[in-house]
């Protein structure tokens, strides 16, 4: 517990922490156990946050300009840099990463912030040709006041992503962080103290969704939501911000393709397709959990990822093997729901949970499950757990179906050496994303990413997140 630096249970509203009476346990879910205490904010603090983060637009935080905000950023950026280490020692026992991939997330949120503080002062309007004796031009401006209800599952990305694109372009936030994964959303709290961020420009209320994310969703002070988590959740929150007319930035998971034709380079595309499907432990938003495989090839890439899923280590997080635990008893328990409808199908191979990894540990072995008919519903819903189904096709048309035949549509991967084919694929399938001949290249700070359907909509990552977070004003001139 040494890396935690700061009290997890204060939450942070126009620049000043305090201590709540109330609290939740932090569990560490390598072991189950109990390891500190978050505060329990609802109603009254989110009615707090709100007002200091209006009172930061017309305060510090609203006078400072484009380039001004952006050298903060990049500020905080170094920090986060500096402290990697720290930050992902404190995720790995907030929520069971184990310790790589919780680095790769820590520096990837200060890539975000480096991303979005270089943006800054690059976002530029228009000059339209209009009538005769007018000049007519837009302005990017902020919404004002954006809530970002964030989840378990990469609490540091999807914190960097969404908050970073929002304080680039002059908005004050008001986070919530999922109750189980709040420790380092605190911590880059304290960092931007550090870093010199005017009060109420970063607001961090913790506490359970049902009451202070849903006094956020609802809040009338508000000018934008943008929340990633499940389909019911986003419901919820969309129909809350119709209330208010605000806009609302949707990002609820999906069931991801990853198509391989039979002239496919195996030894590429093989880490891929087991990677997007288990990396932590399979409780990604773009996980790659359908894969799709051209008959004459279905025995070969069944073989060779049963090799790589057997040899799959599951263990506490400070251990850093293949997969840490899941997030929860509750998740680990849905998972298993899940698995069980599997009973029917073939298990081409599972991965090992290790000797020694403590009982109250939320652990399951990943599990590939062979020959899967595309109607089967561990093929149609979304498992978040470390899972993999693979489908035979047998003509491009049916992969394209397949590939479409889900109520999601985030990314897709197609694996082929034909390019006239790869491209045909990345017109068909439906999805925000389509990699060929890669599979999240690289974590792709720089992409827009988001969805269809069930995934949700709106767009965040990249330079598109900003305009997300913007709103549009035009100006016309009359002039003679
Ligand atoms: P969730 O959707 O309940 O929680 C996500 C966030 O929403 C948390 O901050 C939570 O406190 C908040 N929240 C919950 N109820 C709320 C409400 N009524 N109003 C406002 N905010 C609220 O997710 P979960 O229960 O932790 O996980 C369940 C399932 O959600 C998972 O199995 C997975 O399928 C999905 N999920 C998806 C993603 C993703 O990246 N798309 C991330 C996490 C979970």
Same mark, same amino acid.
């Given at each position: 517990?040494?890396?935690?630096?700061?009290?997890?249970?204060?939450?942070?509203?126009?620049?000043?922490?305090?201590?709540?009476?109330?609290?939740?346990?932090?569990?560490?879910?390598?072991?189950? /156990?109990?390891?500190?205490?978050? $505060?329990?904010?609802? *109603?009254?603090?989110? %009615?707090? !946050?709100?007002?200091? #983060?209006? =009172?930061?637009?017309?305060?510090?935080?609203?006078?400072?300009?484009?380039?001004?905000?952006?050298?903060?950023?990049?500020?905080?950026?170094?920090?986060?840099?500096?402290?990697?280490?720290?930050?992902?020692?404190?995720?790995?026992?907030?929520?069971?990463?184990?310790?790589?991939?919780?680095?790769?997330?820590?520096?990837?949120?200060?890539?975000?912030?480096?991303?979005?503080?270089?943006?800054?002062?690059?976002?530029?309007?228009?000059?339209?040709?209009?009538?005769?004796?007018?000049?007519?031009?837009?302005?990017?401006?902020?919404?004002?006041?954006?809530?970002?209800?964030?989840?378990?599952?990469?609490?540091?990305?999807?914190?960097?992503?969404?908050?970073?694109?929002?304080?680039?372009?002059?908005?004050?936030?008001?986070?919530?962080?999922? /109750?189980?994964?709040?420790?380092? $959303?605190?911590?880059? *709290?304290?960092?931007? %103290?550090? !870093?010199?961020?005017? #009060?109420? =420009?970063?607001?961090?209320?913790?506490?359970?969704?049902?009451?202070?994310?849903?006094?956020?969703?609802?809040?009338?002070?508000?000018?934008?939501?943008?929340?990633?988590?499940?389909?019911?959740?986003?419901?919820?929150?969309?129909?809350?911000?119709?209330?208010?007319?605000?806009?609302?930035?949707?990002?609820?998971?999906?069931?991801?393709?990853?198509?391989?034709?039979?002239?496919?380079?195996?030894?590429?595309?093989?880490?891929?397709?087991?990677?997007?499907?288990?990396?932590?432990?399979?409780?990604?938003?773009?996980?790659?959990?359908?894969?799709?495989?051209?008959?004459?090839?279905?025995?070969?890439?069944?073989?060779?990822?049963?090799?790589?899923?057997?040899?799959?280590?599951?263990?506490?997080?400070?251990?850093?093997?293949?997969?840490?635990?899941?997030?929860?008893?509750?998740?680990?328990?849905?998972?298993?729901?899940?698995?069980?409808?599997?009973?029917?199908?073939?298990?081409?191979?599972?991965?090992?949970?290790?000797?020694?990894?403590?009982?109250?540990?939320?652990?399951?072995?990943?599990?590939?499950?062979?020959?899967?008919?595309?109607?089967?519903?561990?093929?149609?819903?979304?498992?978040?757990?470390?899972?993999?189904?693979?489908?035979?096709?047998?003509?491009?048309?049916?992969?394209?179906?397949?590939?479409?035949?889900?109520?999601?549509?985030?990314?897709?991967?197609?694996?082929?050496?034909?390019?006239?084919?790869?491209?045909?694929?990345?017109?068909?399938?439906?999805?925000?994303?389509?990699?060929?001949?890669?599979?999240?290249?690289?974590?792709?700070?720089?992409?827009?990413?988001?969805?269809?359907?069930?995934?949700?909509?709106?767009?965040?990552?990249?330079?598109?997140?900003?305009?997300?977070?913007?709103?549009?004003?035009?100006?016309?001139?009359?002039?003679?």
């Amino acid at each position: 517990m040494t890396a935690i630096w700061f009290p997890t249970d204060e939450v942070l509203v126009g620049g000043v922490w305090s201590r709540l009476d109330g609290t939740l346990p932090v569990i560490d879910p390598s072991t189950g /156990e109990g390891i500190g205490a978050i $505060a329990r904010g609802g *109603a009254d603090q989110i %009615d707090a !946050a709100v007002a200091a #983060a209006r =009172a930061a637009l017309t305060g510090d935080w609203g006078r400072l300009t484009a380039a001004e905000r952006g050298r903060l950023m990049a500020r905080l950026a170094g920090l986060i840099r500096e402290r990697a280490e720290d930050l992902a020692l404190i995720e790995a026992l907030d929520v069971g990463k184990p310790l790589t991939q919780a680095r790769a997330d820590a520096l990837a949120m200060a890539r975000y912030f480096e991303f979005y503080g270089g943006a800054a002062d690059k976002v530029m309007g228009d000059t339209i040709p209009y009538l005769d004796g007018y000049s007519v031009w837009t302005l990017r401006e902020p919404h004002g006041v954006t809530a970002h209800i964030v989840p378990w599952n990469y609490p540091m990305q999807i914190l960097g992503r969404s908050v970073g694109a929002a304080l680039a372009m002059g908005n004050a936030c008001v986070v919530k962080p999922a /109750e189980d994964a709040c420790l380092t $959303a605190l911590a880059l *709290a304290r960092l931007a %103290d550090e !870093a010199g961020f005017p #009060a109420g =420009a970063i607001n961090i209320v913790t506490g359970l969704g049902s009451e202070a994310g849903a006094a956020l969703a609802g809040h009338p002070g508000i000018n934008h939501v943008s929340f990633t988590g499940s389909v019911g959740v986003g419901r919820a929150i969309q129909a809350a911000a119709a209330q208010n007319i605000v806009p609302v930035t949707l990002e609820l998971g999906g069931k991801s393709p990853q198509i391989v034709y039979a002239d496919a380079d195996l030894d590429r595309a093989l880490p891929f397709l087991v990677n997007a499907g288990i990396q932590n432990a399979g409780q990604t938003c773009s996980c790659g959990a359908r894969i799709l495989v051209e008959r004459p090839r279905m025995a070969e890439v069944v073989d060779r990822m049963a090799d790589r899923y057997r040899a799959l280590r599951v263990g506490p997080a400070l251990d850093d093997l293949d997969l840490g635990p899941l997030i929860s008893a509750r998740q680990k328990a849905t998972v298993e729901r899940y698995l069980a409808q599997g009973a029917g199908l073939t298990v081409a191979a599972q991965g090992t949970i290790v000797e020694g990894a403590p009982e109250g540990g939320h652990y399951v072995a990943p599990t590939l499950f062979t020959d899967v008919s595309p109607d089967h519903v561990l093929a149609r819903e979304e498992i978040f757990g470390p899972a993999q189904v693979v489908i035979p096709f047998d003509t491009e048309d049916e992969a394209i179906a397949i590939a479409n035949g889900t109520d999601y549509g985030l990314v897709a991967g197609v694996w082929t050496a034909d390019m006239g084919r790869a491209l045909r694929a990345s017109r068909r399938i439906r999805s925000g994303q389509v990699f060929l001949n890669n599979y999240g290249a690289g974590g792709g700070v720089e992409l827009p990413f988001g969805g269809h359907g069930l995934s949700g909509h709106g767009r965040e990552k990249g330079f598109e997140a900003l305009y997300g977070f913007s709103t549009l004003k035009t100006v016309a001139a009359w002039h003679g």
